[in-house]
């Protein structure tokens, strides 16, 4: 595919890495000696330029693409490049990153064709809610296809360790990654899961609450008072979407005009902490230490888990560092602290992974992007109806059928029924060899 991509800041770099190795990418973007430093690392074809001006798009090369994806800083500089850009190329699709969640409610963007929205910030946020609902999990994440649920939990319990993968699963629930040593593991049943390993579970929330619970004797069993750290946009998004769950909610923020704003958004719902004081202190002067979980929104994943390492201290049960850059992930997950992706990170992977979807076949990225998981839905029209299940020739991935809420064992001859859902689990290196697979079912 031909793919534009505004902005060359970290979101427009990783993805124009990524998508160069099997697609023709131009990086617009207005820092001439930016672009010189990324053309010597990623092949892309460098336009230097100024996305909200119509002149920028008629310096491209061709007067047609398959994608343009607009990832500036600006929300605004975003919307008119998606705009402009029409006036001087073909474009099939849109992409476009936008930090307001304001626009995800107007009908503002309901005016632009073929245009697909992310908003990386009430991602966040949503991922926060659903480990309000499964707080002794690691981290969830929903399929739009099926109620089945990826949830990864830590394994901290001398009761559940030295354990055979088996012994943990059921016909409502699987196993389809481990995470140990900074390393994923596609296990077979007959692997031992050990003190420490980060397991990904397959299944639906009820069933896996069950088994999840029980793993890491440390997490708490229900989330009644939170502590973020953090009042900016995204500590704001957070609060505001989890204000509705009955919760207890601190927000500590040492910008007194960050904490004003915060206050006119939240209202009631939230008490807002305006401190300068050294942090130690106010888990003693603000009763922080009856927090449940914290949450730690800093731009500079330094300081999440410096902030993640003093809750510890104080008792903390549950903390989460938002991770910004991946290189800090490993460390995080070393450290025994709950990572959930940040706003640049979030609008990366929702981006490839729209890309790598259809209507039918979606993927989702976990540990920490060292994993990747299809699901495919077989629909009334789909050819492979009443085929034979195809055989994975490798022993990188978990290949599950789920049919009627339930699994059927990987390894017996599968007749492929309507509805069936279609799952399979591997390494991320492996990613376009699984997407072939499951595409050709």
Not at 26 to 42: F, M, T
Not at 176 to 205: C, N, Q, T
Not at 307 to 323: D, S, T
Not at 408 to 422: A, L, Q, R, S, V
Request: proline share 3%.
């Amino acid at each position: 595919m031909d793919i534009i991509i505004a902005g060359a800041g970290k979101v427009g770099f990783e993805l124009a890495r990524s998508l160069s190795n099997s697609h023709q990418v131009i990086l617009i973007d207005q820092n001439e000696s930016a672009l010189e430093r990324l053309g010597e690392l990623v092949d892309i074809y460098p336009v230097v330029g100024n996305i909200e001006d119509p002149a920028t798009f008629a310096k491209l090369p061709d007067s047609q693409a398959d994608i343009f994806i607009a990832v500036t800083d600006s929300d605004e500089a975003n919307l008119l490049a998606t705009l402009l850009v029409d006036d001087k190329v073909a474009i099939k699709r849109k992409i476009i990153r936008l930090k307001n969640s304001y626009f995800a409610k107007s009908s503002l963007l309901n005016n632009l064709e073929n245009l697909h929205s992310v908003f990386p910030y009430q991602l966040v946020a949503d991922t926060m809610k659903l480990l309000m609902k499964y707080p002794e999990a690691n981290n969830v994440k929903e399929f739009t296809n099926t109620n089945m649920k990826l949830i990864s939990a830590k394994v901290n319990n001398i009761d559940h360790e030295e354990k055979f993968v088996g012994l943990f699963e059921n016909k409502s629930l699987k196993i389809v990654a481990l995470e140990r040593d900074k390393e994923m593991i596609i296990p077979d049943r007959e692997d031992m899961v050990l003190h420490g390993d980060l397991i990904y579970f397959l299944g639906s929330g009820e069933v896996l609450k069950k088994i999840y619970a029980e793993l890491d004797i440390g997490m708490p069993h229900q989330i009644k008072n939170v502590v973020i750290f953090g009042a900016d946009r995204l500590g704001v998004e957070i609060a505001n979407a989890i204000s509705s769950d009955n919760l207890s909610i601190k927000m500590i923020e040492k910008d007194l005009a960050l904490c004003e704003r915060a206050s006119e958004i939240l209202q009631d719902r939230a008490l807002i902490i305006n401190s300068h004081y050294d942090e130690t202190i106010l888990y003693s002067e603000e009763n922080l230490v009856d927090a449940d979980i914290m949450i730690s929104t800093d731009r500079q994943d330094e300081s999440n888990i410096i902030r993640a390492l003093q809750a510890q201290e104080n008792g903390i049960k549950k903390i989460i560092a938002i991770n910004n850059e991946k290189k800090y992930y490993p460390l995080m997950h070393q450290l025994g602290i709950a990572v959930a992706r940040g706003p640049q990170t979030n609008a990366y992977y929702s981006i490839l992974e729209y890309l790598s979807a259809s209507e039918t076949t979606l993927p989702k990225h976990f540990c920490g992007g060292k994993g990747v998981i299809y699901s495919k839905k077989i629909t009334n029209d789909d050819r492979s109806i009443g085929k034979l299940l195809p055989n994975w020739a490798h022993d990188d991935a978990i290949i599950l059928v789920e049919r009627d809420k339930y699994f059927i064992p990987y390894g017996e001859t599968i007749t492929i029924h309507e509805n069936d859902i279609i799952y399979i689990s591997t390494k991320s290196e492996n990613e376009e060899k699984a997407k072939r697979w499951i595409e050709s079912l």
